[in-house]
């Protein structure tokens, strides 16, 4: 079966955002609970590159498929997990990068580099880090899991932010997040 990606945010309605995200049903790694424990070899780079033994996983549908497998625990620590085990995986900064961001009837809609589709919300929240000289900003994905925004999806979002008013926070999903690091 050949992958299509979702469309660009920009032609979508947030009913189509919402139908997408729903469409990515993902296995239940959080009801799964192996006694199987092991190191993947693998490596999340802060650009996103997904490393094994230390070289790229070039194939977008493989990154896909463990990206669904991933979990973070309470202690910080990522893991890939099926039901029979559950591998440790290394992550630099994030598991995910947004890579595009849009407004949609109110609330903010992500792109990620695996082309999944989050809206920002009370599951999905934003979180500003770093500082003001160097802030960085994150969307929550799902189990612990955070996107990052890339260079040019912190400007978009930055945009909106300032169109909306001068104190640098956002509204999506009912909630406000802040843009600027505490």
């Not at 995200?21 to 006694?35: K, N």
């Not at 990522?78 to 990068?97: G, H, M, N, R, T």
């Not at 000289?133 to 612990?144: F, I, K, M, T």
């Amino acid at each position: 079966m050949v992958y299509t990606p979702p469309p660009e945010l920009a032609g979508m309605s947030l009913a189509q955002i919402a139908e997408a995200v729903a469409e990515r049903r993902l296995p239940p790694v959080e009801q799964w609970s192996p006694d199987n424990v092991d190191d993947s070899h693998m490596k999340i780079q802060a650009d996103g590159t997904w490393l094994h033994d230390g070289s790229p996983i070039t194939r977008p549908a493989m990154v896909r498929a463990f990206s669904g497998l991933l979990n973070r625990e309470e202690d910080g620590s990522y893991w890939l997990v099926v039901p029979y085990q559950k591998l440790s995986i290394e992550v630099e900064d994030a598991c995910f990068i947004a890579t595009d961001v849009s407004r949609k009837d109110g609330d903010l809609a992500f792109r990620l580099n695996t082309d999944e589709l989050v809206v920002a919300g009370p599951d999905n929240r934003i979180r500003a880090a770093g500082d003001l000289e160097q802030p960085a900003l994150y969307v929550h994905v799902r189990r612990g899991c955070e996107a990052r925004l890339n260079r040019s999806t912190y400007e978009q979002l930055a945009r909106i932010a300032l169109a909306e008013g001068e104190d640098w926070t956002v509204t999506s999903g009912g909630e406000s997040f802040s843009l600027l690091p505490e």
